[in-house]
């Protein structure tokens, strides 16, 4: 979530403005294609909210990405992503989101390919047409160039982050851009020797060659896009362990390391907290990235969720605001992270849930009575929220700025849904549901019809009819068991 953080505000979203850049040039001498096919162009996998977003064809399997960082964070780094991946359709051509980078050659199978940029696309033409089942893979020797803005690379005062939430991964390397097409990752990034570099997953490796270090990471578990991450700079990697041996890694601006240790030692007992409403933390590591730059938004990438370092260190003076956030950012990992939105409009279940677990820790632990005081609140706004933005489920297509989709509606607007749905089915039932959706999705991708069924499944009875008002319909229907809750009147 692109969640917003500054602390002495209401809160808002973090709009980061996307923006269509440099075509990528066509490589001169590259085969042709033995099979006629049609000209170059975008494609997508039919997300109505990012019509060009994925690609069909292929089904990604993992991505091994090889980044150079030449000492300085307004230059490009020289690249490499190699995708394996399953053909599931005829491919004349292979699409591959990319944009922002210059493509020096490709190769499909071992062999030299052609290439063209066609919008945000590069659109690969191999010797010969694919067929569904054949084993590929694709390298790319490619720039991912940090300059510029509409997300991405993140540059901060000592180096580069990452923030590709929602479209914005295929700005920093090629790939399949879109959250239904988990893959695994391994990250090889070589920087010079006084840096650290950290990423997603567990480090595999770290070796040294006389100015330079090249250190190695790979995820346990699939990953779409959105979450990868890669961190360059002069940081300090504070480590512990959480509940059942987890290994606790937080990342931190080398400055910060002691002022910063008491806000991190509290991942163990939040990780516990969460444990106890949604089962066992899913996936193999957890940990704060700190980065040196003036973030008004924070950030669920996989094993590592990312804060402006000032957000860290406004932790001890705002602890009731800010450790909502720190655990908003931690339930991610089960609600996004390890069960991903099959389609962006499904971003309610991500966002609902964090922002549910962010007010109700809120409410255990720092202001008991807050919880249903703001899902009141919410109440109150939900019909302005859904005429802005449409319903939860059904958000409608930004009109300036792709991030413009991380709306209140989808924030305190999802978590209301949930509150609702508590309030008719019991806690008791709410607490069996929430378990079984992360235990039976975990590594995969869910969608609104997969949360709707489940939840009448787990109730004993049919709740398409009473979920289908509270995510569809432009009016916010009745609270069970609160009928002196009413819409605010809208202003005149």
Known sequence: MLRSVRLRSPLRHALLAATVLATLAAAPGAPAAQDAAPPPRPAGIGDPLFPHLGNPGYDVLGYDISLTYPGRNDAPLAARTVITARVTDRLPRINLDFTHGTVRDVTVNGRPAAHAGAGEDLVVTPGRTLHPGEPLRIAVRHTSDPRGHGGGWIRTRDGLAMANQADAAHRVFPGNDHPADKARFTFRVTAPKDLMVVANGLRLARERASARTTWTYRTAHPMATELAQVSIGRSAVLRGTGPHGLPLRHVV????????????????????????????????????????????????????????????????????????????????????????????????????????????????????????????????????????????????????????????????????????????????????????????????????????????????????????????????????????????????
Do not use: C
């Open 253 to 492: 601006p080398e400055r910060d390391r002691r002022a910063v240790r008491p806000v991190v030692d509290r991942t163990s007992a939040q990780i516990e907290w969460m444990e106890g409403y949604v089962g066992r933390y899913p996936l193999e590591s957890y940990g704060v990235l700190s980065v040196d730059a003036p973030l008004n938004f924070a950030l669920e990438t996989q094993t590592l969720s990312v804060f402006g370092r000032d957000f860290l260190k406004a932790v001890e003076t705002h602890p009731k605001r800010a450790e909502g956030i720190l655990v908003h950012e931690l339930a991610h990992q089960w609600f996004g992270n390890s069960v991903t939105p099959r389609r962006w409009s499904d971003l309610w279940l991500n966002e609902g849930h964090a922002t549910w677990y962010e007010a109700l820790f809120t409410d255990e632990r720092h202001d008991r009575g807050s919880l249903v005081r703001r899902m009141r609140a919410a109440y109150e706004q939900s019909d302005a929220w859904r005429k802005d933005g449409g319903p939860p489920a059904a958000p409608r297509q930004p009109d300036e700025g792709r991030l413009e989709l991380f709306r209140p509606v989808v924030y305190d607007g999802s978590a209301l849904v949930l509150y609702a749905l508590r309030q008719e089915i019991g806690a008791a039932a709410f607490g069996k549901l929430e378990r079984a959706w992360v235990t039976r999705h975990r590594d995969g991708t869910a969608g609104t019809a997969d949360f709707v069924a489940l939840a009448s499944e787990v109730a004993g009875r049919d709740l398409e009819g009473f979920l289908h008002a509270w995510l569809y319909e432009e009016r916010t229907p009745p609270m069970p068991g609160h009928p002196r809750w009413k819409p605010a009147k809208p202003a005149r």
